[in-house]
């Protein structure tokens, strides 16, 4: 769970190093909001993200939590942010 009401989801179909990793994660994760040029040009350079990259999905918890959630999304897209955080070496 992320920020007491956003919550995490793999894929239904995960790599096994992906599953492994995921059981490394600390129950509460703490990101910091960057623009996004400095993280897609290092992350994307000379690749084209597919399914294959997405890890986790982030969901708000609830129909309170959804309207927080919605209005952090509408933030991050109008400054052009995202987020990152680092677990043991992964980005």
Do not use: Q
């Amino acid at each position: 769970m992320l920020n007491n009401g956003i919550h995490t989801h793999p894929p239904s179909r995960v790599r096994r190093k992906v599953y492994e990793f995921l059981g490394l994660l600390p129950h509460i994760l703490k990101f910091e909001l960057v623009p996004c040029g400095d993280i897609w040009a290092s992350l994307f350079n000379n690749h084209c993200s597919g399914k294959e990259d997405i890890w986790l999905y982030f969901f708000a918890s609830g129909r309170e939590r959804s309207d927080i959630y919605t209005a952090l999304v509408k933030f991050m897209r109008s400054k052009d942010l995202v987020t990152r955080t680092l677990i043991n070496d992964v980005e």
